[in-house]
C-alpha cells in the first residue's frame, strides 16, 4: 500500500474528475479521449525503448491521431468536394464531433514528437492520463505541453492546498466568468439577429455585426483561458499563457503573437520550423507561413470559410514579412494599430459566415446606406441591468436600445485594447481587500446574468 501515497491518488482522483466533467459534455466522446490517451501513452513508451524505430513509430503515432482527427472532424467536409469535383452526391455521414479532438489531438502529438527526439521523460500512466484529460484545458485549450504540466504534477508541495493560488484562481475565474456571461454572451446575441437576417441590415446595422463579433470572439475566448487558468490555479497548476491583449497589435505578426499563442506556438514548432522555417530564402519563408495559416484555419473547422480565413491572414503575414525585408521604417503606432484592427475585423466575417456567400452579402451591406441600428440588434443589449438606467433617463424606447448599443461596443473595445491582460496580471497576484470585493461583485453579477446553458464559441473546435 505504500506506493499509494497521497499525491498519486491525488492525480487519480483529479483524472476521473476530468474524465467526469468530459462526460458530462456529450459522454459519446469519452470513449475517444480514452482510447486517445492509452494509445498515445503505449506509443510514447515504444518510442522512448526503442533506438532504432523512433522515427517510424512516431510517424505511425501521429498518422493514427489524425486519421481519428480526420474521420470524425473532416471526412464529410472531403468526400462532400471530392463529389462535388466528379459531379456525384454525397449524403453525409451522421458522426459525433467529440469535444476538444483539435487540442487533445495536438497535445498528444507534441508529445510523440518530443519522445522520439528524446525531450520527454518516462511517465507513469497517472501522470500522462491526467496531462491528456485535465479538465479546465482539454476541451478548448490552452494546448499544454506534457513539460509544462507533468513535472508540476511531481512536486509534492503541489498537492497541499495554497490560499494564494485558491485566492487568485477564483479571481481569474470571476473575471472569466464575467467577460462570458456578461459581455460576449451579451454581444453574441446581437451578433446571431444581424447573421440570422443579412438582407434586413443598414450599414451602420452591419458595422455593429462585424464589430459585436470580434469583441464576442476575444472576451469568449479569454474569458474561458482567464477561467481555465483560475481552475488551474485552485489545484496550484499554472497554465500556458494563452491571450495577451491581441487588439493592441500593431501588425498581423504582433496580432499572432497575442492571440490563441499556444496554437501559434505548436505550429511554429512542429511545422513551421521542420518545414524550414525561415532559413531557407525568403520565398521559401513565405510560403512556410502560408502553409501554417491555411493549416490554421483548417484546424479551426471543416469550412471553406475557415480556409479562406486562414489564407487571408497568411497573405497579410506574407506582406508583412515582405514590406519588413525591404525597409526598417514602421507606420506610426495610431494608424498600424488601426489598420490592424479592421483587418482582423474584416477576417472575423470569414470565420463567422455559415458560408464564403454570406460574408461578402454582409460586407455588401455596408453600401446600403446609414441609419437607425435594426431593433433586432439593438434589443440584443437591452439587458436586466441596463433596463435599470432605463427608469432614469425618460426618452424613446427605440432611441434608448440604440444608445444602449454603441455605449456597451465602446466600453467593450475600451475592456478589450486598454487594460493590461488578466492572464499577465494574475501572474504578478497581490491580493487585496479591494480586490477581493471587487472579485465578489464580478462573480455575483455574472451568476445573477446567467439565463441558460452558453457554450463557449471554441468548443466548437
Not at 148 to 162: G, H, T, V
Not at 192 to 201: D, E, F, K, T, Y
Not at 374 to 379: N, P, Y
Not at 403 to 429: E, T, Y
Request: overall charge positive; hydrophobic content about 50%.
Amino acid at each position: 500500500m505504500q506506493r499509494f501515497k497521497k499525491p498519486q491518488l491525488a492525480k487519480y482522483f483529479l483524472f476521473l474528475i476530468s474524465l467526469w466533467f468530459y462526460a458530462a459534455n456529450d459522454i459519446r466522446s469519452l470513449p475517444v479521449l480514452i482510447l486517445s490517451i492509452l494509445v498515445n501513452f503505449y506509443l510514447g513508451k515504444q518510442i522512448l525503448k526503442t533506438e532504432t524505430h523512433k522515427k517510424l513509430l512516431c510517424v505511425i503515432g501521429i498518422l493514427l491521431n489524425l486519421a481519428v482527427l480526420g474521420v470524425f472532424k473532416y471526412l464529410n467536409f472531403f468526400m462532400e468536394n471530392i463529389s462535388f469535383v466528379f459531379g456525384q452526391s454525397y449524403t453525409p455521414i451522421s458522426l459525433i464531433l467529440p469535444l476538444g479532438i483539435s487540442f487533445f489531438t495536438f497535445q498528444q502529438i507534441s508529445y510523440l514528437i518530443d519522445c522520439k527526439n528524446n525531450n520527454a521523460d518516462d511517465y507513469s500512466i497517472s501522470e500522462y492520463a491526467l496531462f491528456a484529460s485535465f479538465f479546465p484545458y482539454v476541451t478548448s485549450g490552452p494546448i499544454a505541453f506534457h513539460s509544462e504540466i507533468i513535472p508540476q504534477l511531481r512536486k509534492e508541495k503541489n498537492f497541499k492546498p495554497s490560499a494564494y493560488n485558491i485566492a487568485r484562481g477564483l479571481t481569474a475565474f470571476a473575471f472569466g466568468l464575467f467577460k462570458k456571461v456578461v459581455v460576449a454572451d451579451t454581444l453574441g446575441a446581437a451578433v446571431n439577429a444581424g447573421w440570422s437576417n443579412i438582407s434586413s441590415l443598414n450599414a451602420s446595422s452591419a458595422l455593429v455585426v462585424i464589430l459585436s463579433y470580434t469583441l464576442q470572439l476575444y472576451f469568449d475566448f479569454a474569458g474561458y483561458s482567464d477561467m481555465a487558468s483560475g481552475i488551474a490555479f485552485c489545484f496550484n497548476i499554472n497554465l500556458p499563457i494563452n491571450f495577451d491583449s491581441p487588439y493592441k497589435a500593431r501588425n498581423i505578426s504582433d496580432f499572432w503573437k497575442r492571440w490563441h499563442m499556444t496554437m501559434t506556438r505548436f505550429f511554429t514548432r512542429y511545422l513551421y520550423i521542420p518545414l524550414g522555417g525561415s532559413r531557407h530564402g525568403l520565398k521559401r519563408t513565405c510560403l512556410n507561413t502560408l502553409i501554417i495559416f491555411l493549416v490554421s484555419g483548417l484546424w479551426h473547422g471543416a469550412a471553406w470559410t475557415f480556409i479562406f480565413w486562414g489564407f487571408l491572414h497568411g497573405i497579410a503575414m506574407v506582406i508583412s514579412r515582405l514590406i519588413s525585408a525591404k525597409t526598417d521604417r514602421h507606420l506610426p503606432y495610431p494608424l498600424a494599430w488601426l489598420l490592424t484592427f479592421i483587418y482582423v475585423n474584416i477576417c472575423w466575417v470569414f470565420f463567422r459566415a455559415p458560408n464564403i456567400k454570406s460574408a461578402f452579402s454582409l460586407f455588401s451591406r455596408l453600401t446600403s446606406g446609414f441609419g437607425f441600428i435594426v431593433s433586432e440588434i439593438s434589443q440584443s443589449f437591452l439587458t436586466t441591468e441596463v433596463k435599470i438606467f432605463r427608469l432614469f433617463i425618460p426618452i424613446d424606447d427605440s432611441l434608448f436600445a440604440t444608445l444602449a448599443c454603441v455605449v456597451f461596443l465602446v466600453l467593450a473595445c475600451l475592456g478589450a485594447i486598454f487594460p493590461q491582460n488578466m492572464q499577465r496580471k494574475i501572474q504578478n497576484f497581490k491580493p487585496t481587500t479591494k480586490l477581493c470585493y471587487l472579485t465578489i461583485f464580478v462573480l455575483f453579477w455574472s451568476i445573477i446574468s446567467l439565463s441558460g446553458i452558453s457554450t463557449f464559441l471554441y468548443f466548437n473546435f
